[in-house]
């Protein structure tokens, strides 16, 4: 696969020299583009040298005559060759120009003629990183599909420790090499994902929650992403990475969580409810602590917005996945619950087995389907959990038409 690194002017433009070399031994053929500022940092002749082809730097590389006419189409020459964009080191002055659409030079042109897949590296000082106006930009370019990997965090260039750091040059290659090894089977869906526990407030310091860890609505959210979806992935507390090019809204209580989901329902395809959302809370939780005394406390809990049978009565044809997490009777509440909520499909688990459901890293579920079919899922990674609902989702969507259309 063709492919362009760009590089950014920062200090880890270095570390790029490094993560040319491991995407050519990847079988990339490598085009390297650097702004004027990386080559403060390092000369093109180091990444000439590795790739075995000329470095491009500027939009205008020469002035006489017809060679003018041919670099000035050089950029969608150049966007036209290559099938994925990778940027590394990502500099908060490159996600700034990529996120307002600035063409003041060769790289940013690019960008905007650019119609591959797009994956930032971003690196800088982690004042830089946390501004508001770097996540802004951010959540801007992911938003737009444009995958970005988060920085690491450890000690900077500049003295300070947190997040900032380029990750590892041989992490980034391999997180290419499996972006563009996925499927484009979900290219044009816009999928919401549910995930995590909700807490419901007792007071200013206490709440109630459930011991979901949201490991499986993560791996939904990037398994669709991978695939080529737009993700936007609404998380309740959970203390997990965020998976690469998806859209995090985080909330904490049910009734967030239903605001949060209702308002991205109209641009959505796909919803898939996998949070373990809170069935009760205090629907009035006093300002002030509650205070101890010796008497018995009682609390008085008013259900919490069922979210799924709400989208359920507005989801129009989208496709409408839910969770059951049961003890007993596994396939005949999915079913019921799949009935009384209008999904498409409910993922059912059991959640009193050794190994599977709630915080564990593999899960085994039983897929239930509007069509009346039920599709075992052998016990496997949550990620490949993930992949089999939606290899199952999408041919239901298609026998659900075909019924329709009948
Ligand atoms: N769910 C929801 N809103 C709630 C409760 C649950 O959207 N207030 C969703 C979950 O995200 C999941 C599905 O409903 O997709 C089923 O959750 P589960 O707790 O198994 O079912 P309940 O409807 O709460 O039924 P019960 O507790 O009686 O088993």
Redesign the pocket.
Known sequence: MKIVLGVGGGIAAYKAAELSRALMERDFEVQVVMTHAAEEFIRPLTFAALTNRKVITDLFASRSGEEVLASSVEHIRVARENQMLVVAPATADLLARFAHGLANDFLSTLYLAFTGKVILAPAMNTEMWNHAATRANVETLVGRGNIVLPPAEGSLACGEVGAGRLPDPVWIADAVQSLAAARHDMDGETVLV?AGPTQEPIDPVRYLTNRSSGKMGYAIAAAAAERGARVVLVSGPVNLPEPFGVQVVRVRS?VEMRNAVMAKLPESTIIV???????YHVANPPKQKIKKTPARLSLELDP??????EVGRNKGDRLLI?????TTALVE?ARR?MAS?NADMVVANLVNQEGTGFESDENEVTLVMRTGEAVQVPRASKKIVAGRIFDQALKLRLALHALHDA
């Open positions: 549910t049910a409810k996998a949070a373990a959302v809170a069935d919490t917005p069922d979210i799924l049978a839910g969770f059951a997490a049961e509440e619950k909520k």
